[in-house]
């Protein structure tokens, strides 16, 4: 049966008061409940072993790698042995407000997945885990001593760890380029209704664009044409119906924009090289739900 994953809410995690910040230090063995975050999530593995599920599929974690979890992503650790993270949770009011300017960052916008394109992926080297740890420590002292009060301070302090990441070795997040006004548009447009049968046409007409221009500007800034834009989004989408509804697979389907059960099948496999059934077969973690009380800051 599909399971909805757990939401962990700011109400859980943030002070009443003060920066919208939480850091914690989580040691997992076994397997931990698919849930998902009303916040930016970084998650810095230290050490020890275990797999990453996501929406992608499953992946084996090592010490350095780091995590960038946007809200409203999923994902579970599974297999762990004395897998032990650092974690820095931060509420989209500060990235949107007195951190507005890291969208528009050349490395950090990019890194964190606040700009058009793929979320960067991290590794860290031995010294750079040791900095990031030392760092986000700093945050958890600074919240133990009047958090209310010391709002500058704990800014500064997180801005110094997303430094140390965007020393690491970073992949996806080269030079950005401001996005034309076309771009956010048809993104919009695809976003709002991925069900409806949407053509490069469609798309030319509603911008006023010639077709192969359209084509080049979504490849610059997303690095897929609007149709596999499009595509991605649908696949994306079903993905994420198939773990957390009970709907028909056929259903599922046609609610992404794909009513022909078979041609949903070809296009979800070439996305999860898995069938949509195999899909939602694969997660085995069972639900936070059969937890109660005994939360863990995941």
Request: aromatic residues 6%; charged residues 20%.
């Given at each position: 049966?599909a399971?909805t994953?757990?939401?962990?809410?700011?109400q859980?995690?943030?002070?009443?008061v003060?920066?919208?910040?939480h850091?914690n230090r989580?040691?997992?063995?076994?397997?931990t409940?698919l849930?998902?975050h009303?916040?930016?999530?970084i998650a810095?593995v230290?050490?020890?072993?275990?797999?990453?599920?996501?929406i992608?599929?499953?992946?084996?974690?090592?010490?350095?790698?780091v995590?960038?979890?946007?809200?409203?992503?999923?994902?579970?650790?599974?297999?762990?042995r004395d897998?032990r993270?650092a974690?820095?949770?931060?509420?989209?009011?500060?990235?949107?407000?007195?951190?507005?300017?890291l969208?528009?960052?050349?490395l950090?916008?990019?890194?964190?997945g606040l700009?058009?394109?793929q979320?960067?992926?991290?590794c860290?080297?031995?010294p750079?885990?040791?900095?990031?740890?030392e760092l986000?420590?700093?945050?958890r002292a600074?919240q133990?001593?009047a958090?209310?009060?010391?709002?500058?301070?704990?800014?500064g302090?997180?801005?110094?760890?997303?430094?140390?990441?965007?020393?690491?070795s970073v992949?996806?997040?080269?030079?950005?380029?401001?996005?034309?006004?076309?771009v956010?548009e048809?993104i919009?447009?695809?976003?709002?209704?991925?069900?409806?049968?949407?053509?490069?046409?469609h798309?030319?007409?509603?911008?006023?664009?010639?077709?192969?221009?359209?084509?080049r500007l979504?490849?610059?800034?997303?690095?897929?044409?609007p149709?596999a834009?499009?595509?991605?989004?649908?696949?994306?989408r079903?993905?994420?119906?198939?773990?957390t509804?009970?709907?028909?697979i056929?259903?599922?389907?046609?609610?992404?924009?794909?009513?022909?059960?078979?041609?949903?099948?070809?296009?979800?496999?070439?996305?999860?090289?898995?069938?949509?059934?195999d899909y939602?077969?694969?997660?085995?973690?069972?639900?936070?739900?059969?937890?109660?009380n005994?939360?863990i800051?995941?």
């Amino acid at each position: 049966m599909a399971t909805t994953p757990e939401l962990l809410s700011r109400q859980q995690l943030f002070p009443a008061v003060g920066a919208p910040i939480h850091v914690n230090r989580p040691v997992h063995d076994g397997d931990t409940p698919l849930h998902q975050h009303e916040f930016l999530e970084i998650a810095l593995v230290v050490e020890g072993k275990g797999l990453h599920r996501t929406i992608h599929g499953t992946t084996t974690v090592h010490p350095g790698d780091v995590f960038l979890l946007r809200p409203g992503e999923w994902h579970a650790y599974e297999k762990c042995r004395d897998l032990r993270l650092a974690n820095c949770c931060i509420g989209v009011d500060l990235i949107g407000g007195p951190l507005g300017w890291l969208h528009d960052d050349p490395l950090l916008g990019p890194l964190l997945g606040l700009s058009l394109g793929q979320t960067a992926t991290v590794c860290l080297p031995a010294p750079s885990i040791a900095r990031c740890v030392e760092l986000l420590d700093g945050v958890r002292a600074l919240q133990a001593d009047a958090p209310e009060r010391r709002r500058i301070d704990l800014i500064g302090q997180l801005l110094l760890f997303l430094a140390e990441l965007g020393r690491g070795s970073v992949s996806g997040a080269g030079k950005r380029h401001t996005p034309h006004a076309a771009v956010t548009e048809v993104i919009a447009l695809l976003t709002s209704d991925l069900a409806r049968g949407w053509t490069l046409d469609h798309l030319a007409e509603h911008t006023k664009l010639d077709r192969s221009y359209l084509v080049r500007l979504l490849r610059k800034h997303t690095g897929l044409s609007p149709m596999a834009w499009l595509a991605r989004s649908r696949g994306e989408r079903a993905a994420v119906l198939l773990l957390t509804t009970d709907r028909s697979i056929a259903a599922i389907g046609a609610d992404v924009g794909w009513p022909d059960a078979n041609y949903f099948s070809r296009r979800f496999r070439g996305l999860f090289r898995q069938t949509p059934s195999d899909y939602r077969k694969q997660l085995p973690v069972k639900p936070a739900e059969l937890l109660a009380n005994a939360w863990i800051q995941w």
